[in-house]
């Protein structure tokens, strides 16, 4: 163990726009010194579409009844909604390795590890980011790096509504069949036990993956939230 620390903030349900201006803020702390330890925001969203920086308009098929954001994380485009486990890790990989792919990588296999938990088989896609599971993506993965602080991060569809994928081509990929850890599991769970169960997966697969040791806390750093969390 390297002795490296992550502070788990499990944040509930909150606006995109809400969270984006709180992760800028922790960010723009970490970059600064205010913020003394780096955190991973465990969270899920109204629903939304977003727009990374390589995002074309032709992969908007269905925006009506949507909130649509342009925002400055890499990749196209993608859906956030109920259901969907957003994880937004703020990292100072200067303490970590100072290389875009490695931390790109090392997201993925924090994904696998969980997945492979919650007794899924899960792979990367070669020539594409994210994590896939018989064919189908599971999880997408978007990033920004500001003076090697991160933030945007990964989402992973547990209960997803998957149908709102039809709004979009998803990350831009023609064809691509979007899955959640429900579809692949059953139904056998009740869907709150396999919320719980998919959030303890991630950070055991978080801590193996960044060789770090993970703190839980459902407050704290709230000096720089922007609002209380939404229903």
């Known amino acids: 163990m390297t002795g490296r620390r992550v502070r788990v903030i499990e944040a509930g349900r ?7 201006e709180w992760q800028r803020a922790l960010a723009q702390a970490r970059i600064d010194g205010r913020l003394g330890e780096d955190l991973l925001l465990l969270l899920e969203h109204p ?12 992969h908007l098929l269905h925006p009506e009844g949507v909130d649509v954001l342009e925002v400055e994380r890499g990749g196209d485009v993608t859906f956030h909604g109920p259901g969907q486990l ?17 931390y790109l990588r090392t997201l ?8 492979a938990q919650l007794g899924i088989p899960a792979e990367r896609n070669p020539g594409y980011t994210g994590v896939w599971t ?11 790096v500001k003076q090697w602080v991160t933030w945007h991060g990964f989402a992973l569809n547990v209960t ?9 081509v998803p990350c831009g990929i023609q064809g ?23 959030v ?17 806390s459902r407050t704290g750093v709230t000096e720089m939230r922007p609002t209380a969390a939404v229903s």
């Not at 018989?134 to 920004?144: D, E, L, M, Q, V």
């Open 134 to 144: 018989r064919g189908r993506k599971i999880a997408s993965i978007g990033i920004h």
């Open 108 to 115: 993925e296999d924090a994904l696998i590890a969980a997945l």
């Open 176 to 198: 691509v069949e979007m899955t959640s850890v429900e579809r692949e599991r059953g139904k056998g769970k009740g869907e709150t036990k396999l919320w719980d169960a998919a």
């Open 160 to 168: 997803t509504d998957l149908t709102h994928f039809d709004r979009i």
């Open 47 to 58: 629903p939304v579409v977003t727009l990374g920086r390589t995002a074309r308009a032709a």
């Open 86 to 102: 957003v994880g937004y890790p703020i990292l100072d990989l200067r303490g970590y390795r100072q290389d875009l792919h490695w």
């Open 14 to 20: 909150i606006s995109y726009r809400e969270a984006l």
């Open 200 to 216: 303890a997966a991630v950070m055991l697969g978080f801590a193996r993956a960044f060789d770090v040791e993970v703190t839980t």
